[in-house]
């Protein structure tokens, strides 16, 4: 039961690597912040706000993949009023990755 659960878990995630190009640059951005951290020798502190910020990002981003694809399933046509509803959805870790490198910044 447990081990099925982290294999849709890592399914999902794969998923979403796979399907969506914002989650595959989040992934690239991840990779580029891992180097940087290794290349500048980032302290402990550094390092939990590091992957603090880039669990955040990413899990938003999942969650965003999760809400839009459930949507879609529910309602596949176009609704007028609903224009909006997916751009708010995934502002949500742009946000948050503007204010992860930005509060990298204040040190």
Do not use: Y
């Amino acid at each position: 039961m447990l081990l099925s659960s982290f294999r849709d878990a890592w399914n999902g995630l794969v998923f979403a690597v796979r399907s969506e190009r914002n989650m595959r640059i989040h992934v690239l951005a991840l990779v580029v912040v891992i180097v940087t951290g290794v290349w500048l020798c980032f302290t402990r502190v550094e390092w939990m706000l590091c992957v603090l910020c880039m669990g955040l990002v990413l899990g938003l981003e999942l969650l965003n993949t999760a809400l839009e694809k459930t949507l879609d399933l529910l309602h596949p046509e176009r609704d007028p009023r609903a224009m909006h509803h997916p751009g708010c959805g995934c502002q949500r870790p742009r946000t948050q990755l503007c204010a992860t490198v930005c509060g990298s910044q204040v040190t």
